[in-house]
């Protein structure tokens, strides 16, 4: 009677093997694989969000950047999870008008717009563009031109804002040009 129980058991237990079909994904073949491959990333989603597998959303996730925020309309209004063409986009239920502060195991949570930076504050920053908010993020110089800022050198980046600086030698100040109003020079 013994040896009957262990066979019974044994058959139960790779029934339900079977019927998780996950455990092994490669045993049920490529289907299989694939939807246990697409449970895993639906489960990383988190509370608050939408799974979704469609062309588009994997369009938006291949172009979202390190990132992986998805922004639309000056609202982030979802998260790329996965690697590579494993991934999923997860459509927030509510977009974040003014950033993210941080994707958990418990849900979306959005960054307070009282607490974050505002269109004016002359700061191209969060989900500001120059489509939401011209003031900081539109161009003000044009690409590579040079000014003085200080006793050092200023450099327009090529989106048109004054980004980079670059010190003078110790000993010498910035001075523009005078050969060309867009160029600036040290000097002793």
């Known amino acids: 009677m013994r040896g009957v129980w262990s066979v019974c058991v044994i058959v139960l237990l790779a029934a339900l093997t079977a019927l998780v079909g996950?455990?092994?994904?490669?045993?049920?073949?490529?289907?299989?694989?694939?939807?246990?491959?697409?449970?895993?990333?639906?489960?990383?989603?988190?509370?608050?969000?939408?799974?979704?597998?469609?062309?588009?959303?994997?369009?938006?996730?291949?172009?979202?950047?390190?990132?992986?925020?998805?922004?639309?309309?000056?609202?982030?209004?979802?998260?790329?999870?996965?690697?590579?063409?494993?991934?999923?986009?997860?459509?927030?239920?509510?977009?974040?008008?003014?950033?993210?502060?941080?994707?958990?195991?418990?849900?979306?949570?959005?960054?307070?717009?009282?607490?974050?930076?505002?269109?004016?504050?002359?700061?191209?920053?969060?989900?500001?563009?120059?489509?939401s908010c011209p003031r900081d993020c539109g161009a003000v110089c044009t690409a590579e031109a040079e000014r003085c800022f200080g006793d050092d050198r200023q450099i327009c980046s090529l989106r048109g804002l004054w980004e980079e600086l670059v010190p003078c030698p110790t000993g010498e100040r910035c001075q523009v040009n005078p050969d060309n109003e867009d160029a600036t020079v040290c000097v002793p």
């Open 22 to 131: 996950c455990s092994d994904p490669t045993a049920d073949g490529t289907a299989a694989a694939t939807e246990c491959a697409k449970s895993d990333l639906i489960r990383q989603c988190p509370p608050g969000s939408n799974p979704m597998f469609d062309a588009a959303s994997s369009a938006m996730c291949a172009g979202s950047g390190e990132a992986n925020l998805i922004s639309q309309d000056g609202k982030v209004t979802a998260s790329c999870v996965g690697e590579g063409e494993c991934q999923v986009l997860c459509q927030f239920a509510v977009p974040c008008d003014c950033d993210v502060e941080r994707i958990d195991q418990t849900g979306v949570y959005c960054r307070d717009c009282n607490d974050s930076s505002a269109c004016g504050d002359d700061m191209c920053t969060g989900t500001e563009t120059p489509e």
